[in-house]
């Protein structure tokens, strides 16, 4: 299908190709839907070998904003801005001060913030060129690691009521949860888990955080491409998406999928494979949603507490899609686009 027809069918509203020839920039800033509120969601920087992957990857993300929203009810949309290039590039300041251009003339359909490869720093270079930007070195939290904090927070919630299904307890102490990816939210969810007492197996293609992970963590490492087969109770991916395809599921040696990438079913038929092993897959805009509830919760003023609480009901949603899905027979995949749906329309 072509990128248009595609644009088309999935319901985009806008789609926007930033070239600034100055600072270098290439960019695509995808829209999927207003219709709730504001569209929002991260800005990720990856070195795409085609333009075209890019902006595949921006509508992706975006629509799924939309699902996360909604399935959390939030007062928002879904969008999403991609930038090709490297984390640490020279020049990166100014080609996100180019794209905060881009997203000031959008005139507040879509606010940015963080997502894989940026951090607070390119969202302080977008802010200097725009309002529509959160997670700035001065949100909350100071540290700026707050949205993934967030988001991990919220899938310690998903694992708990998740494992309270599969296992009859939430209780995570010496439970095994393999982690896919030791970046923002992976360093954060292994901490907390370490908090509740789990083993950790952990898989970075950082070899430099995985050792810090088994120094600090007492985790166990793997190799990036052996994470699948690791034996565990909970399979946590944190990493890129698309991890849950056709030659992954058979590997998955797991009761429970539950992590915070975008994205993970490379397509909606391998919800039903990984069904079929008897895996209950944690819809990943349900428990990821997080650092979108935070930002919310932000923007409307709330303090740490209560954004916390909030960030906690990602349990209750969870909980609902399972309840879903045992009573429809569906998979908790497509019980959560139902919830999502039936959200969209109210
Ligand atoms: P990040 O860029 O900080 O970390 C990603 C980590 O995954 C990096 O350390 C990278 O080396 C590692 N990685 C990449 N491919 C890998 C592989 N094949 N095997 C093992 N490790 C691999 O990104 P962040 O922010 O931690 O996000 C992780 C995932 O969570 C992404 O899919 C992101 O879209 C999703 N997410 C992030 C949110 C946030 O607040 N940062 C919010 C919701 C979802």
């Avoid at 899609?321 to 959200?343: K, L, W």
């Amino acid at each position: 299908m072509t990128l248009w027809a595609e644009l088309d069918q999935s319901g985009f509203e806008q789609f926007v190709w930033c070239r600034d020839r100055e600072s270098d920039l290439e960019a695509f800033i995808a829209i999927h839907s207003t219709a709730r509120g504001p569209a929002l969601g991260g800005c990720r920087l990856w070195p795409y070998a085609r333009p075209e992957d890019a902006a595949r990857d921006a509508m992706r993300l975006a629509r799924s904003m939309t699902y996360k929203a909604a399935a959390a009810g939030l007062p928002y949309g879904g969008g999403k801005a991609v930038v090709i290039g490297r984390a640490g590039d020279a020049g990166n300041d100014r080609r996100f001060e180019a794209l905060g251009r881009f997203i000031e003339r959008l005139n507040g359909s879509y606010l940015t913030g963080v997502d894989v490869g940026t951090t607070p720093m390119e969202m302080d270079a977008v802010a200097r060129t725009t309002g529509y930007v959160t997670d700035t070195t001065g949100s909350m939290g100071g540290t700026g690691d707050w949205t993934a904090d967030m988001t991990a927070y919220g899938v310690l919630a998903g694992i708990k009521v998740t494992a309270r299904l599969v296992y009859g307890t939430g209780r995570l102490q010496g439970r095994a949860v393999a982690v896919q990816g030791l970046g923002k939210v992976g360093w954060a969810l292994c901490r907390y888990l370490r908090r509740e007492g789990a083993r950790l197996i952990v898989a970075d293609l950082n070899p430099r955080l995985v050792e810090r992970a088994v120094f600090d963590y007492q985790a166990m490492p793997v190799a990036a491409q052996r994470i699948y087969e690791a034996p565990c109770d909970i399979w946590a991916p944190c990493a890129m998406g698309g991890i849950l395809n056709d030659n992954t599921i058979g590997r998955l040696q797991c009761r429970i999928v539950a992590g915070s990438a975008n994205n993970q079913l490379a397509a909606p038929k391998h919800a039903e494979s990984l069904r079929q092993r008897g895996i209950v897959y944690a819809p990943d805009y349900v428990i990821n949603a997080g650092g979108l509830i935070a930002t919310a919760a932000e923007l409307e003023g709330d303090g740490p507490f209560r954004t916390r609480s909030r960030v906690r009901r990602i349990a209750g949603t969870l909980a609902a899609a399972y309840a879903e899905a045992e009573s429809a027979g569906v998979t908790t995949a497509e019980a959560a686009d139902r919830i999502a749906e039936r959200m969209m329309r109210q």
